[in-house]
């Protein structure tokens, strides 16, 4: 359960650099202006954690090692972007306020 937190916790912070912030932004501006939905995809959060999720569990250990891979990295996948969305919803909430 603490992995799942550990990697929704780094899952929400990689997705709040890009879709947020200011040091993406040139990112964002790249991709509005030569790819329609990829300015869609780099500034939804959530659809962004699910890419982010299917990259980082390439590199991690099956979190459902009781599934078959493909399925758990499915399930996998699925399941991060969930608490990742609360922790993005709360850090971009605190990065408006300082803004402010």
Do not use: Q
Not at 45 to 56: D, E, F, G, N, T
Not at 64 to 72: H, I, R, V
Not at 76 to 94: E, F
Request: proline share 7%; hydrophobic share 55%; charged share 5%.
């Amino acid at each position: 359960m603490l992995y799942l937190l550990l990697l929704s916790t780094a899952v929400a912070n990689i997705t709040v650099v890009l879709s947020a912030s200011k040091v993406a932004s040139p990112l964002r501006s790249y991709l509005y202006d030569h790819w329609s939905w990829g300015h869609r995809l780099v500034t939804c959060p959530y659809c962004m954690a699910h890419w982010i999720s299917a990259v980082l569990l390439l590199f991690m250990p099956n979190l459902l090692p009781e599934l078959p891979w493909a399925t758990g990295y499915f399930l996998s996948i699925m399941i991060i972007p969930v608490p990742s969305a609360a922790i993005s919803l709360g850090l971009m909430t605190v990065l408006r306020s300082i803004k402010s």
